[in-house]
């Protein structure tokens, strides 16, 4: 899909810009603040082609994209004011105070650190390529080259607060440009003298404890939050007409000496202790603790949990100059490449082969989430060979003694970032999570979804009252081979588990013959549609209401047999935001067949000029062996259309 046209459905989908509190990304997600998750159209916003998948976790909502995900977030900043700084939105109330204290803990970490990582691996890769440059004596500390080129690598780290005081301005919604003038109060040239002399400081008769801030990560983030704070107070009490002169000079004036007497101390002795805390553990048993960390990171990316570690990586390289677990995590990475090559190979299905062998060049170079969502979680036990596969990679790396000098997502390109101490083990580690993770794959198996199909469909016109076959693993050509004209479906050799009735009168067609790809292509399941002659729509099973939406135009139901039945009335008819849809029945519900869900106005939907056309998929394919479906032009609402057999 293009690019363009993705970003504007996706903004759709999530309830509009109006919904969305704020949005960043990472490498591979969007990362979004709703307001109103009832807004949210989760199950079309997953059926999208370019979404990989959309997780829910930590007060975001993620919507999966991969490597195109930078773009995506640019068009809908293009199409939006979502980016700008200016127009940022509070969630509702309700919704904040849902939020776990974790959850709103992991956001705001997110959404400060997130912009960095980019230029945060680029300097680290530079950083290592220029140490092992010296250590190879093809250059020496001394030469103007590398005196430029050092700079170059080592200035983010150098002006961390600076760049952190951007961000966390923007995250607790503050003036930036103050934020930054009391960082660069912090690290300004006399300011680091007072520091190295080490000479008694005072402040109006009060003493002030000098640290050297380059490099730091809590004092200036808590400054940052405090001076939103006292920005609010001051702008309830200080007339408009003076704002935007007083304001900031009181807060340069307070926070600059708050930050240095207070803040600043405090924060430098929070980071230290962190990092010592974190060593102690480590120096416990470095094996056990590493294989742990290898384990378990990418089950804590999945629930968008890592981000309390990346925190911790930052807070250890910045204190110490390397982090021992950030080197730790790292295998899982390879670990989970290796998993996908071994899909890649012994999958007979070529779909799945395609995704994997895409996501496994992806993961080389640190980027997962395409694999691990679309291939290996899905899969579950090559996801599980990866996660032991990790350990042991893991605990290699932690009895070599490995860490990182920046951070970086772990790939070929950034293996430079963990050059020094340990880098032979480390990359022993890496290999070992990668071959160890491939073996185990290809010797454990998984349920290849080509050994699912068991009749192919033949692409012709069927005859009449001939019954056709659909595997869940079929491609959309064999989607639109499966013609809807004659009596139910009933396997003669197979047994029916589940019947599914028409939930609606009218013209039965095939997905393919569906003017909208998500549901003609086959990506969201395997089913049928129907051209209404009425307005009621009827459950086709029974069961119980897994899914409605505000907008009324849609519903879920898991049946009492395993299947799981999208209704979707009408193409695009989310735009009606409501109007004309009655929804009958509520989230939870058990429903019997035949039983009323949803009346709507065909008539007003036609007039308004929306295809109402209405997609009738079972979502959970490839859970079942076959799906028959009926050749009868057209049904009854409670005539059985399709027939599941496991």
Known sequence: MNTEVLAGNILKLVGGENNVASL??????LRFKIIDNSKVHQPELEALDGVITVVRGSGQLQVVIGNRVPDVFRAIGAISGLLDDSKSKKAAPEQQNSASVLGRLIDLVSGIFTPLLGAMAAAGVLKGALAIVLAAGWMTSKETTYIILHAASDSLFYFLPMLLAITSARKFETNVFVAVSIAGALIYPSIQQLFTAGNPVTFFGLPVMMMKYTGTVIPIIFSVWLMSILERFLNRHIHESVRNILTPFFL???????????????????SEAVASLFVSIYGINPIIASALMAASWQILVIFGVHWGFVTVFINDISVMGHSYLKAAS????FAQSGALLAVMLRTKDKKLKALA??????SLFGITEPGVYGVTLKLKKPFVCAVIAAGFGGAIAGYAKSSAISMGMPGLLT???????????FIIGCVVAFAASLVLTLLVGFDDPALKTTT???????????KRTVSAEHSAAATAATAATAAPAAPSAQVVNEQIAAPISGTVIPLTAVDDKVFSSGIVGQGFAIVPDEGRVYSPVDGHIASTFASGHAIGINSTGGAEILIHVGINTVQLEGQHFQMQVKEGDEVKKGQLLLTFDLDEIKKAGYDTVTPVIVTNSEAWREMQISDKPHSRSG??????SL
Request: glycine share 12%; charged share 5%.
């Open 415 to 425: 293996l430079p970032i963990f050059y020094g101490e340990g880098f032979i083990g």
């Open 639 to 644: 005539e059985p259309v399709m027939a599941l």
């Open 357 to 362: 062998g895409s996501s496994f060049i992806a």
């Open 24 to 29: 960043v990304h990472c490498a591979t997600r």
């Open 252 to 270: 340069l004036t307070l926070m600059v000496p708050l930050t240095l007497m207070t803040i600043g101390p405090v924060g430098v002795s929070a």
């Open 456 to 466: 192919q469909t033949a692409p012709s016109a069927p005859a009449a009252g001939e």
């Open 330 to 333: 790292s295998p899982s990475v």
